[in-house]
């Protein structure tokens, strides 16, 4: 297997008695596009905000490039390369579409009180480039059009796409993608694959949850599955079909639920 | 007629001060979505700070240090500043109604201790010793106000296009996203905490501004000067003006202004004698049915925050909401 972007060791983390994520230990492969399945209330948004410092872990460690991470600040993390959406999107719901995505490259000279008094040139290029990045991100998931407007009054759908339309505007190495397909239609969603191996081939490395295992089968390669906290399965997605214990774990509790 | 002249000039030097203040408070609310309560405090922090520092000494009250104008201005404004960022490092983790009642807890503490401290602030008498600048120049009548008009609107204009050019920065950009969705900000890799402090300081030092400017112009500061009064005042300008939107804080801190002193006048001329005892508090009822009614049919105020401030994209601007 590749070498390892990102890797966790006994990772846990509880709400209560709940032990939502039970003792992780995984890999994710550089280079990959790693599918991560499992139930509903599997713990698999849970390890998202461990990964991205949005919750600190009880226990356990979060290594990446084979540095210790845990606990560190989300901010940091994204400046340190890791990008991520949410399951429900986020979106700054009072500035435009546009606006949302311009945000999100750090380091911006006019992002301080005195940067756009003292430095205006450097800013003013700056905000042209980041401007044109913007569109071209935005034209790519298809936002384009609504570039001006309030990004609270976009669809559902369109907020999960402007979430991704965020993340991108970062250029990180590794993105985590919490269900980036739910409520997107089939063909969108398709566009949207397409541009997640293109970016693949570049170098970006990808977590994606998803539920839809049709997806996940047939883009997503390694596969991980966790139930009731715990990983109960690593290895590629042929190998995930043949597994009993999966069909079990994870068929099983979607039929309940 | 120069009596109507010299009110008119009376009214628009204390409207714009207070339009100031207003502009200060919308960079905290409007802009980032932080609740200052205690408003008055800033403000009277660059009151007192002004009055002292560019003051004659004093034997009843810290000071004068009889600064050049300009400077005790700037310590005045300094002192607001500095005040908030104590302020702000023990309470910005609070989120809005705590942040709210922990800075109106600060006013009152302010209050309690300009009025306390004699030999800092001169107790309930006030400060005193100040002169106002060039006086002796312009002497003290019409031609003095007209002056200080000119230098309080040049301020006015000053912090307006300061904040406008802010606002469309990628600065403001950062503050509006802070002010809708924290920890999404956060995931971008930005840090919300420096990001609120600098704001909160930034707006508290136009308020210390403001007040240095309105103690200047009354030579003179009290604790009845920061009372929370002032603090209700300047929230309804900002409400009722258009929280968000610079043009609408001025725009409001002159209606607000304009329909207090309105009343004022009013009841002082056609209410009941035994009434005209319960002017102020007439005065709270008006103005405080004027905010609820704007909470209830124009929540956003006369002037709606704009949507797109910082860049636009290709797309016309059509109608639209925020
Ligand atoms: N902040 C929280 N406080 C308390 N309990 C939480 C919190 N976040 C998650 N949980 C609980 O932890 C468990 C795992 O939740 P999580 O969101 O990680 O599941 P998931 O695998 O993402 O599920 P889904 O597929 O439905 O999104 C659930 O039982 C959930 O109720
Ligand atoms: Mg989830």
Not at chain 1, 38 to 48: C, E, V
Not at chain 1, 156 to 176: F, H, S, T, W
Request: some cysteine; overall charge neutral.
């Amino acid at each position: 297997m590749a070498e390892a972007i990102l890797s966790t060791h006994a990772l846990s983390r509880s709400f209560g008695p709940l032990k939502a994520v039970d003792a992780v230990s995984l890999n994710i492969p550089r280079g990959s596009i790693t599918g991560l399945i499992g139930p509903n209330g599997a713990g698999k948004s849970t390890l998202f905000n461990l990964l991205t410092g949005a919750l600190k872990p009880d226990a356990g460690t979060v290594l990446l490039d084979g540095r210790d991470i845990t606990g560190d600040a989300p901010n940091a993390l994204f400046a340190q390369g890791i990008g991520r959406t949410f399951q429900i999107p986020r979106p700054f719901a009072r500035m435009s579409v546009l606006e949302n995505a311009m945000l999100a490259p750090t380091g911006q000279t006019g992002e301080t009180v005195v940067g756009p008094f003292l430095f205006r040139s450097r800013m003013r290029d700056q905000e042209r480039r980041i401007r044109q990045k913007a569109l071209d991100v935005l034209e790519f998931v298809t936002l384009a059009p609504l570039a001006d407007h309030p990004a609270g009054k976009i669809s559902g759908g369109q907020m999960k796409l402007l979430e991704l339309a965020r993340v991108l505007m970062g250029d990180p190495a590794l993105i985590l993608l919490d269900e980036p397909a739910a409520g997107v239609n089939p063909k969108l969603t398709e566009t949207l694959i397409g541009r997640i191996e293109e970016l693949n081939r570049q170098g970006t490395t990808f977590v994606i949850i998803e539920h839809d295992m049709d997806f996940v089968m047939r883009h997503c390669e390694p596969v991980i599955a966790m139930a009731q906290g715990s990983v109960v399965f690593q290895g590629t997605a042929d190998e995930a079909m043949a597994n009993p214990v999966l069909l079990d774990a994870y068929l099983g509790a979607t039929a309940n639920a | 007629m120069i009596g109507v002249v010299s009110y008119l000039v009376f009214f628009a030097t204390t409207a714009s001060i207070l339009a100031i203040a207003v502009l200060g408070l919308n960079l905290q609310w409007g802009n980032t979505g932080l609740f200052n309560g205690g408003v008055v405090a800033f403000f009277g922090a660059g009151a007192y700070g002004t009055l002292i520092l560019g003051g004659m000494p004093q034997g009843a009250h810290l000071g004068g240090f009889a600064l050049f104008y300009p400077l005790a201005l700037l310590g005045g404004m300094a002192l607001a500043g500095l005040m908030a960022w104590i302020v702000g490092l023990l309470t910005l983790r609070l989120r809005h109604d705590y942040l709210a009642i922990a800075t109106f807890g600060v006013a009152v503490a302010f209050e309690n201790l300009v009025r306390n401290a004699e030999w800092l602030a001169g107790g309930a008498k006030g400060v005193r010793g100040f002169e106002r600048p060039l006086r002796a120049m312009l002497g003290d009548g019409f031609l003095y106000n007209l002056c200080f008009l000119a230098v309080v609107l040049l301020a006015l204009v000053a912090t307006y296009l300061f904040l406008e050019r802010l606002v469309a920065s990628p600065f403001g950009r950062l503050l509006r996203a802070i002010r809708e969705d924290e920890e999404a900000a956060q995931s971008l890799g930005k840090s919300p905490a420096g990001v609120r402090l600098t704001a909160f300081v930034t707006g508290s030092v136009i308020l210390g501004l403001s007040g240095g400017l309105y103690g200047t112009f009354y030579a003179f500061v009290s604790p009845q000067d920061v009372l929370p009064t002032l603090t209700f005042q300047i929230w309804a300008m900002l409400i009722v003006g258009g929280s968000g939107n610079n043009r609408g804080a001025v725009f409001g801190a002159f209606l607000i202004w304009g329909a207090w002193t309105a009343s004022g006048w009013a009841l002082s001329r056609f209410a009941p004698v035994e009434a005209q005892l319960y002017t102020g508090s007439v005065q709270f009822v008006l103005i405080g049915a004027v905010i609820v009614g704007m909470l209830l049919w124009r929540p956003r105020g006369l002037l709606p925050e704009r949507l797109v401030v910082s860049q636009r994209g290709k797309t016309p601007l059509a109608k639209q909401g925020v």
